[in-house]
């Protein structure tokens, strides 16, 4: 991400409480694959930079990404 600082603790623990690899954040990348466009791939592309950037578990981004490529 940009911008210079680190994020606030509640923004942290909230991210942090977020499974990115089930439920309907799962469901809701997995549409964006499915979808298959230049538009989608770039969502997830982003996505993907902003949550390896923080740290966070993302084993589906990875394989819904691999899967495009």
């Known amino acids: 991400t940009s911008g210079g600082g680190a994020l606030p603790a509640w923004i942290a623990r909230r991210l942090d409480s977020i499974d990115l690899n089930s439920g309907r954040v799962a ?3 997995e549409r964006l694959a499915e ?3 230049p538009g989608t791939q770039r ?3 982003r996505i993907h930079d902003v949550v390896t950037d923080l740290g ?3 084993d589906l981004l ?3 990404l691999d899967d495009l490529s």
């Open 27 to 29: 469901r809701f990348f």
């Open 35 to 37: 979808a298959d466009t």
């Open 43 to 45: 969502v997830l592309e």
């Open 56 to 58: 966070l578990e993302h």
């Open 62 to 64: 990875d394989s819904l």
